[in-house]
């Protein structure tokens, strides 16, 4: 198999070194320059898209890997079209917060393997969740995330579909979470603004959003790895 990495944070993230981490095969990191959170689908067609190759720092190793002056759809075409033109998996993340219920729609992480799937090849996009009071082990994300990898690639997976994962955020002590199959969330983010002198600024609580029962939100809100697939 040939599979690339891609993030929306930018690969100098470290969510993306802990994907890295993750994988026990070949693969390319080709991924946005800059941090692109919350493009959403958006590619770039109005001007040149550059691209940095660059040697990566993973383990004691180093990677060969693409920085791409665009946004993650960017990264999977350019792969496809000039990179990795055989390549038959797209990971994507490990997002630095959660991509669940309609997350999907604005984030970047997601739209990679959304677009992958439009040309038939699967993908896996994975998160962690994140609560701000306290900082991400991304040691441990590294472990749930080679541990979901490793079942999904044993799942079936319907031609042009993809998986949606969200790692929970749980204190040290915890155990490892379940991995569970479950629905996205029907539900909207929490709408709400605050007035500040240069005009509104967003103040929706992410955790205080509708925890619809069984949905991915709810799974991966009570501590556990929630995975979704998705058909475009």
């Not at 993650?72 to 990179?83: E, I, K, N, S, T």
């Not at 709810?218 to 556990?224: K, M, S």
């Amino acid at each position: 198999m040939n599979w690339i990495l891609t993030n929306d944070d930018g690969i100098d993230a470290p969510g993306i070194a802990a994907l890295g981490q993750a994988i026990d095969q070949p693969f390319l990191i080709i991924a946005p320059l800059t941090h692109h959170s919350g493009c959403g689908h958006q590619v770039t067609t109005s001007g040149p898209i550059a691209i940095e190759k660059r040697k990566i720092p993973l383990g004691n190793k180093l990677l060969l890997s693409y920085g791409i002056g665009g946004t993650p759809v960017d990264c999977v075409r350019v792969a496809l079209q000039h990179l990795c033109p055989t390549l038959t998996w797209v990971l994507s993340g490990i997002n630095e917060g959660g991509n669940l219920g309609s997350d999907i729609y604005i984030s970047g992480t997601v739209a990679a393997v959304r677009e992958a799937a439009l040309h038939e090849i699967p993908g896996i996009a994975i998160s962690q969740y994140h609560r701000r009071d306290r900082p991400i082990d991304w040691s441990r994300s590294t472990r749930w995330a080679q541990q979901v990898i490793e079942y999904l690639l044993k799942q079936p997976l319907p031609n042009q579909a993809f998986w949606n994962v969200n790692l929970p955020h749980l204190l040290p002590e915890a155990a490892d979470p379940a991995i569970i199959h479950c629905p996205l969330s029907r539900k909207p983010l929490p709408v709400a603004y605050r007035q500040e002198s240069a005009g509104l600024v967003y103040a929706g609580n992410y955790h205080g959003r509708d925890h619809e029962p069984g949905s991915d939100v709810d799974i991966c809100f009570q501590g556990n790895i929630a995975v979704t697939q998705i058909q475009v």
